[in-house]
């Protein structure tokens, strides 16, 4: 009896038929992520906080003109502690920070 070589083996066959199941799972998987990151909406809140950062970015951190008044005035004898004023704002800030914690 003649055995004749007609095709694949059966082990290859299968072989490759499961990882061409795996490279199309992986092509359906790229590309539902691909469609999913295709589009991307911002809140309203970004574009607010895009805005007000912009504006945080143009105005300057120290009012120089306002430092140099000060300087100007410690210098000059005029500038006065409100010692009240100071303990009343140190008071408020401790309880606000209290506040957030608690």
Do not use: C, H, W, Y
């Not at 072989?15 to 998987?29: L, M, P, T, Y």
């Not at 300057?60 to 009240?84: H, L, S, T």
């Amino acid at each position: 009896m003649k055995i004749e070589n007609s095709g694949k083996p059966v082990a290859t066959s299968a072989a490759n038929e499961a990882r061409n199941r795996a490279a199309i799972a992986g092509q359906k998987a790229s590309t539902t992520v691909a469609a999913a990151s295709d589009k991307v909406e911002l809140s309203s809140l970004s574009s607010s906080l895009q805005k007000a950062e912009a504006a945080m970015a143009d105005t300057p951190a120290i009012d120089q003109k306002k430092v140099d008044e000060i300087r100007q005035a410690i210098a000059d004898g005029r500038f006065k502690v409100d010692a009240n004023r100071v303990a009343d704002g140190l008071i408020a800030s401790v309880r606000e920070m209290l506040g957030r914690q608690g």
